[in-house]
């Protein structure tokens, strides 16, 4: 069970991604993925399953092989 602020912090991270992607500014996307992955490990976040398998599939949308292999071996779930 992930807290509050991890809660609000995927969320967020989540809005700025889909976000970015809309305005075709991939890049800036990939600035949001760093910058929540550096905010969960200097915060040691304790994420859901269901919040692990939502930031796996938004970078499905960048790495779709990469993030199919999380998927299955974190998860136990498939990405197709």
Known sequence: VE????????????FEFQDRLKLYK???AISAMMEFLNDA???NYQLSKESLEKILILLSTMAP???SELLEILCNTQLW
């Open 65 to 67: 092989f990469m993030a």
């Open 41 to 43: 490990s200097a915060h």
């Open 26 to 28: 991939p890049n800036t």
């Open 3 to 14: 807290d509050e602020v991890v809660t609000k912090r995927v969320n967020k991270f989540i």
